[in-house]
């Protein structure tokens, strides 16, 4: 094998075993050399004896150097997947961006250092050489590893994207959780891609950008710092592309859904993505974003709107969103709701009355709460959710003789400033921060609760946290709107305005309990749908 007769050259020559890293390095360069010789020789063949004219002639002897390289690496440097019409031009454009950074290095040591021409070519070739080498051994061949990945042929692989530090007890994360879940249950092989800051969840097989160590945010919203772990996302989801061979992408949110296409035209895959939403992008951004520029928001809601009809299909989250995506979706017989179900086999807890690690917080909310009957909200922390006027309503109404307590969990933008409402206001006899709630320990903590409530007045979001009141089987006060109302029917409370909350309370009896219908809300039934799309989208894929 002409590979191995190279090596034990090279371990002549050095007159000992050389790593096989550095061997590998050294057919590298035995490699660039001979596609360097052949664009050389193509240019002067073509300009001397075929009169051909210059730029042409070095484009063409490009692509023929570039080509004699590739055939040379897959040969003697690197194992191929056998992929040719995905990896050739991913191996092309990485050579066109070592063309680039030798025009930059060139510009920076020459005109602005002062470096002699030669010098400065010299450096720019090392720099060079070291990218292209790396850049290709890591994204276009990766050591063989297409070949060596054990992959069940008879499972269909869904890959998920996830721009979110997945998991981190969120409600897109819940949801994210629950899809991958029942996926997996309904016998697909699910992969989540997602970034480097959230915490791994049993069962749920998960690929993680490297470790940012500046970027700290957990909350949702969009940041400046965000792009640079995308782009690392980017690169992720191609890799995955090619070696884990997804039949379908899930992308979660318009972000994912730019990370997913611009993902699989990389990898050069016709993979099908279907896009999971749950609000309105102009929307988010009011949400999470109130001082992010209009100009700035304008321009990413144009960029969703051109990414949307890029995906195969559409799944959103409730009723509230359909109208506005379907005023740009072109394909409308193609957006399905698939809606935040409840994982009943989890909230069993709540009836079976399971303990866990979280007897001694349990103890001290049930000193602070006495008597008293608890009303509990367990979210986000942002204003937006309704929190910060649940809060100052709540305080309002607070009396010695007043009958409830209200029991606030979770985190957010805005939670230390709910807190320093509370603290200037003297109501910390009133309201107890919970701190952040693992979703796990979500039953225990409602199974403690008289009743549960949604503060959101009006978005085109669906409301996870009703499902699991609803699975805690708490009274449950919301505003009254379309989305609720398809939920509670006549079981909720319901409010027109926080200015009503009290007499709401008042109606509600101490350990009162509803048998709400949750056989329609099971989440593994409306994964199912999500399943026969999935299904849907494979078949019509392997008829291309």
Not at 30 to 57: P, Q
Not at 501 to 519: Q, S, T
Request: charged share 25%.
């Amino acid at each position: 094998m002409l590979k191995k007769k190279i090596d034990n050259l090279i371990n002549w020559l050095f007159g000992r075993e050389i790593n096989p890293s550095i061997l590998q390095f050294f057919r590298y360069l035995i490699s660039g050399g001979v596609a360097t010789m052949t664009d050389v020789s193509a240019l002067f063949v073509l300009t001397h004896f075929f009169h051909v004219h210059y730029l042409l002639a070095a484009a063409f002897a490009f692509l023929s150097g570039t080509t004699v390289n590739y055939f040379l690496n897959i040969t003697i440097v690197f194992e191929s997947s056998g992929q040719v019409q995905r990896e050739f031009p991913l191996f092309a454009m990485i050579g066109m961006g070592g063309l680039l950074w030798t025009e930059v290095i060139l510009w920076i040591l020459v005109d602005k250092i002062g470096f002699y021409v030669m010098l400065a070519k010299i450096v720019a070739i090392i720099l060079v050489l070291n990218w292209n080498f790396f850049m290709r051994k890591k994204f276009v061949f990766r050591e063989g590893k297409s070949k060596s990945v054990k992959l069940d042929d008879k499972r269909n692989r869904v890959l998920m994207i996830a721009a979110t530090p997945f998991f981190s007890d969120r409600g897109c994360h819940i949801r994210i959780y629950n899809m991958a879940k029942y996926l997996n249950k309904f016998g697909l092989e699910v992969r989540v891609c997602t970034y480097f800051n959230g915490s791994d969840v049993e069962g749920i097989n998960v690929k993680r950008i490297k470790n940012v160590s500046w970027y700290k945010r957990v909350a949702p919203g969009f940041s400046w710092g965000k792009l640079w772990l995308d782009i690392k996302l980017i690169f992720l989801c191609c890799k995955q592309i090619m070696c884990f061979q997804p039949n379908v992408i899930i992308a979660h949110m318009y972000e994912g859904l730019g990370i997913g296409y611009m993902a699989k035209k990389l990898a050069f895959s016709n993979v099908p993505i279907i896009t999971d939403l749950q609000a309105e992008l102009e929307e988010e951004f009011l949400n999470y974003n109130k001082n992010l520029p209009a100009v700035i928001r304008s321009f990413f809601v144009c960029l969703s709107k051109i990414f949307i009809n890029r995906c195969d299909w559409i799944t959103i989250s409730s009723e509230n969103v359909e109208v506005k995506i379907r005023n740009v979706f072109k394909r409308k017989d193609r957006i399905t709701i698939v809606s935040d179900g409840i994982d009943l086999d989890m909230f069993e807890r709540v009836f079976r009355a399971e303990k866990s690690e979280t007897n001694n917080q349990e103890k001290a909310i049930a000193d602070w709460k006495g008597e008293k009957k608890l009303l509990v909200y367990i979210g986000g922390l942002s204003e937006n959710k309704g929190i910060g006027k649940l809060i100052r309503s709540f305080g309002k109404i607070v009396s010695d003789k007043f009958d409830w307590k209200l029991l606030v969990g979770g985190f957010g933008e805005d939670e230390e400033e709910l807190k320093k409402f509370v603290l200037d206001h003297n109501l910390g006899n009133y309201i107890y921060f919970l701190g952040r709630v693992s979703y796990f320990d979500l039953p225990i903590f409602l199974a403690m609760a008289d009743a549960g409530i949604d503060p959101k007045y009006n978005s085109t979001e669906s409301s996870g946290k009703l499902a699991n009141l609803m699975a805690a089987r708490l009274p449950i006060i919301c505003f009254d709107n379309v989305y609720n109302r398809s939920r509670l029917e006549e079981n909720g409370y319901y409010l027109k305005d926080f200015f009503e909350l009290e007499k709401v309370l008042a109606k509600i009896g101490r350990e009162e309990r509803i048998n709400y219908n949750l056989e329609d809300l099971a989440e593994e039934k409306e994964i199912a749908k999500l399943s026969k799309i999935i299904e849907r989208l494979i078949i019509k894929s392997n008829k291309r």
